[in-house]
T-cell receptor
Framework: GDSVTQMEGPVTLSEEAFLTINCTYT??????LFWYVQYPGEGLQLLLK?????DKGSNKGFEATYRKETTSFHLEKGSVQVSDSAVYFC???????????FGAGTRLAVHP | GAVVSQHPSWVICKSGTSVKIECRSL??????MFWYRQFPKQSLMLMAT?????????EQGVEKDKFLINHASLTLSTLTVTSAHPEDSSFYIC?????????FGPGTRLLVL
C-alpha cells in the first residue's frame, strides 16, 4: 500500500542554519504531496503542497519539490529560526481518495 | 485560509463516562471530515472518515460502537467517546476537506481518570 517515510529526528540546529528534512513515498498513481507543521500542543497546519511532478511548493521560506524520479519531497529552508521549532509531517494523498497518509514526523529544535 | 475549530480543547472525565468532541469548519462547507488520534511523540492515526448525511467509514481496528461519529451538517462533525477508559486518553484531531486540501483543527486533549 501507499506509504511515506521521513528521516528520523530529532533534528537539532542552530539559528540561521540550513534545514533539510528528507521524505520519500511509495504510491500507485500520481499522489499529491504535503508538508504539515505541528507546534507544541496544537493541531496540524498546512505548510506547503505540490500536486504534480516537478511542482515546487513554498511558504514562509520553506520549500519542497515533487520529484517523481526519486519519489521524494524533501523539505528545505535556507535559514531556520527558533520559531521554526516544531514537528514536521510529510503526507501524501492518493488520487481519487481524500485520505492522507502521514509519515512518522520529524521533530526540529532550533537553538539561538 | 480555511479554519477548522474543535471544542473542547481539553477535557478531563471519569472512567465510564462519555465525552463528545465537536469539529466545525468555520468558513467553508465540508462534505468530508476526518478524525485522527495522536499518541505522544507519534504520528496521526486515522480513525474514521465522516461523510455528511451518511455513516462514517472506520479504519481497521477502530471500534465503531466506542467512537461514535455523526456528521450532521456540512460544517459540523462530532466524535463521541463512549464509556471512556484511561487507555482512551489521547490527543484527538479532526480535519475537514476543503477542495484538495485537508484543514486541521487545533485538537482536543482527552484525559480519562
Amino acid at each position: 500500500g501507499d506509504s511515506v517515510t521521513q528521516m528520523e529526528g530529532p533534528v537539532t540546529l542552530s539559528e540561521e542554519a540550513f534545514l533539510t528534512i528528507n521524505c520519500t513515498y511509495t504510491a500507485t498513481g500520481y499522489p499529491s504531496l504535503f508538508w504539515y507543521v505541528q507546534y507544541p500542543g496544537e493541531g496540524l497546519q498546512l505548510l506547503l503542497k505540490a500536486t504534480k511532478a516537478d511542482d515546487k511548493g513554498s511558504n514562509k521560506g520553506f520549500e519542497a519539490t515533487y520529484r517523481k524520479e526519486t519519489t521524494s519531497f524533501h523539505l528545505e529552508k535556507g535559514s531556520v529560526q527558533v520559531s521554526d521549532s516544531a514537528v514536521y509531517f510529510c503526507a501524501l494523498r492518493s488520487g481519487g481518495y481524500n485520505k492522507l497518509i502521514f509519515g512518522a514526523g520529524t521533530r526540529l529544535a532550533v537553538h539561538p | 485560509g480555511a479554519v477548522v475549530s474543535q471544542h473542547p480543547s481539553w477535557v478531563i472525565c471519569k472512567s465510564g463516562t462519555s465525552v463528545k468532541i465537536e469539529c466545525r469548519s468555520l468558513d467553508f462547507q465540508a462534505t468530508t471530515m476526518f478524525w485522527y488520534r495522536q499518541f505522544p511523540k507519534q504520528s496521526l492515526m486515522l480513525m474514521a472518515t465522516s461523510n455528511e448525511g451518511s455513516k462514517a467509514t472506520y479504519e481497521q481496528g477502530v471500534e465503531k460502537d466506542k467512537f461514535l461519529i455523526n456528521h450532521a451538517s456540512l460544517t459540523l462533525s462530532t466524535l463521541t467517546v463512549t464509556s471512556a477508559h484511561p487507555e482512551d486518553s489521547s490527543f484527538y484531531i479532526c480535519s475537514a476537506q476543503g477542495g484538495e486540501t485537508q484543514y486541521f483543527g487545533p485538537g482536543t486533549r482527552l484525559l480519562v481518570l
